[in-house]
C-alpha cells in the first residue's frame, strides 16, 4: 500500500477555485493509477478525476471543463485543480492509488485512500 494525505480543501464561493494535493508516500508512485474521489453526504462516492502511469485522464461529466487532473511523480504528488466551483461539487475529496497501470473506475482495485478533505461550495 501507499500512505496518502490530502491537502488543500476549504470553504469557498460559487465561482472560486481550489487546488487540492494528495502527497504519496510508499511504494513507487510514478507506476500508480490515481484518482480523486469524492462523497457528499448522503449520497454514494463517485470518481470525479482519474490518472494513470503514462496521464492519461477520465473526468466525469459534470467536472469536464471545470477541473484538472496532474501528477508530479518527482515530487510523489497528486493534483486537482478545481475552477468554476458549483455548490454541488460540495463533498470530502479523496485520493486514492491503484497499482492497476490503466484507468479504472472500480473503486476495489483502489487499495491506498487518503483520510479525505472536505471542500464546501456556498451560493
Known amino acids: 500500500q501507499v500512505q496518502l494525505v490530502e491537502f488543500g480543501g476549504g470553504s469557498v464561493q460559487v465561482g472560486d477555485s481550489l487546488r487540492l494535493s494528495c502527497a504519496a508516500s510508499?511504494?513507487?508512485?510514478?507506476?500508480?493509477?490515481m484518482a480523486w474521489v469524492r462523497q457528499a453526504p448522503g449520497k454514494e462516492r463517485e470518481f470525479v478525476a482519474v490518472?494513470?502511469?503514462?496521464?492519461?485522464?477520465y473526468y466525469r461529466d459534470s467536472v469536464k471543463g471545470r477541473f484538472t487532473i496532474s501528477r508530479d511523480n518527482a515530487k510523489n504528488t497528486l493534483y486537482l485543480q478545481m475552477n468554476s466551483l458549483k455548490p454541488e461539487d460540495t463533498a470530502v475529496y479523496y485520493c486514492?492509488?491503484?497499482?492497476?497501470?490503466?484507468?479504472?473506475?472500480?473503486?476495489?482495485?483502489?487499495?491506498?485512500w487518503g483520510q479525505g478533505t472536505q471542500v464546501t461550495v456556498s451560493s
Open positions: 510508499g511504494r513507487s508512485f510514478n507506476t500508480d493509477t
Open positions: 486514492a492509488a491503484s497499482v492497476r497501470p490503466y484507468i479504472t473506475l472500480i473503486f476495489v482495485d483502489f487499495d491506498s
Open positions: 490518472i494513470d502511469q503514462n496521464s492519461e485522464t
